[in-house]
């Protein structure tokens, strides 16, 4: 598998584990079961699971700030674009709170 296509996949399996279980819960172990790799295969990709945990996080206010940049871009009212924001960061709450199956 491509070095950037096996990330993606990386970071699906700890976004599911990071949601079910929280950071502390969650564990190298259970990321790697989750993705269908072996633990080296994962720890090639990120040293550790700070680093993992990182990674996702940039990912994640990447995607949503894009979004939010759609929101306030959308219109030149700023009731609404305030509207949109908040409409944008509550779906994007929502949906990034559900575990991934």
Known sequence: MPREA???Q???AAHQVFVAHGYHGASMDEIA???EVSKPVLYQHFPGKRELYLAL???HL??????????????D???QRVYNTIDTYYQYISRESQPTG
């Open 6 to 8: 096996r990330r993606r």
């Open 10 to 12: 990386l970071l699906a």
């Open 33 to 35: 079961e989750v993705a």
């Open 57 to 59: 996080l940039d990912v």
């Open 62 to 75: 990447a995607e949503f700030s894009e979004l939010l940049d759609t929101a306030i871009s959308s219109t």
């Open 77 to 79: 009212d700023n009731r």
